[in-house]
């Protein structure tokens, strides 16, 4: 009997740590690692479909459209019960999302075409909780990571060259639309910091529904 509910355990923490790999890896676009909490016994938790604690961690490279980007993300009361609206629920969802000054770049890069691939460095000052993009021509942009209404804004502070202080703006307003618009699950950002390699936003989101199959987050699919 032992040997069988040992069996048991390994085999379902495997097959759910497979399922809920390829879900977070589709919703981040990047390889991710999953582990579970211990407490009760994991295939108890599987068997009931009420998991108490899953850890997320993604492998850095991106998480969707933000370039060098890693996700370290807690869940809490897990709930795979399924109504005609949801597929369950999770009580808790913390995440913890660092942005390297590297990455900044390429994505600014990637998604502000001809603009963004005259940026040649990011750079950051923590004391003034400011990134300054430098760019071809000695132009120079200064801005501040804020959260607005839940959401992460890159605030411009000084334009140094040719472009407007408002175009730029603008620019970067459409690209920061585009990366927290594309949050599932309710995620909000809630607070954000400046470090001498990049950018940390925590994020969370609180009694979030698993969308259903019908729905437009097609990587939830699986569960």
Known sequence: MV????????FARHKAGSL????????????????????????????????????????????????GMTADVALSDIRLQGTEDSKGTIGSLNATLTWTSAGIKDTVAENLPGVGALVTDVSTDPAAGTITMQAVGDTEV?????????????????????????TVQTALDALMTKLNDAYPLGIHADSVSVTDT??????????ASIPNDGSDDACFAKL
């Open 3 to 10: 040997i069988g509910l040992t069996g048991g355990e390994l």
């Open 20 to 67: 809920l790999v390829s879900v977070a890896e589709c919703v981040v676009e990047d390889n991710a690692s999953v582990s579970f909490g211990v407490n009760p016994p994991f295939l108890w938790q599987h068997i009931t479909g009420h998991y108490t604690n899953i850890s997320v961690e993604t492998g850095g490279k991106q998480v969707q459209a933000a370039k």
């Open 142 to 166: 200064t801005a501040k990571p804020v959260v607005n209404d839940g959401n992460l804004d890159l605030q411009i502070i000084d334009v140094s060259g040719p472009f407007e202080k408002d």
């Open 198 to 207: 990049g950018v940390v936003g925590k994020f969370s989101s609180q009694n």
